[in-house]
């Protein structure tokens, strides 16, 4: 598995120049399957992930199609990232989580995304309880 650090440092296979970014802030690596997943590695400096028109604090992460990633004040271009963890490298598709909330038993209920702080997994719940999370 392909791993990149992010950062400020220069040694950082991305560098980002910005207030609140770390000297190693973050690591993105792909899994077997070649998705994408971001894990901070300071605690102190968050990796905060913007999905379904919230923003969230992540310590660790799977990116999706659509996802806007911030590392301190920096905000981390996808396509950039992409590209640099080489061919193999994809985001998840956000058009299945679409689908399910179309045909969630509520769906024009408002979704609130939270994360689980034990696993991390990012998941969405409506109004009525019912979790829709994959």
Known sequence: MKTLSLGRDADCDLTLEAD???PVHARARLDVDGYIWVD???????????RNGQWLRVRRTTLCAGD???????PLDLPTLTTALGPTARLRSAR???ARRRTAPDADAPARVSRDPVTGAIRETRNNNKDTSP
């Open 96 to 98: 299945l989580a679409a």
């Open 20 to 22: 609140g970014v770390a």
């Open 68 to 74: 806007e990633l911030r590392l301190g004040d920096a």
């Open 40 to 50: 901070a590695t300071e605690p102190g400096f968050p990796v905060r992930l913007r």
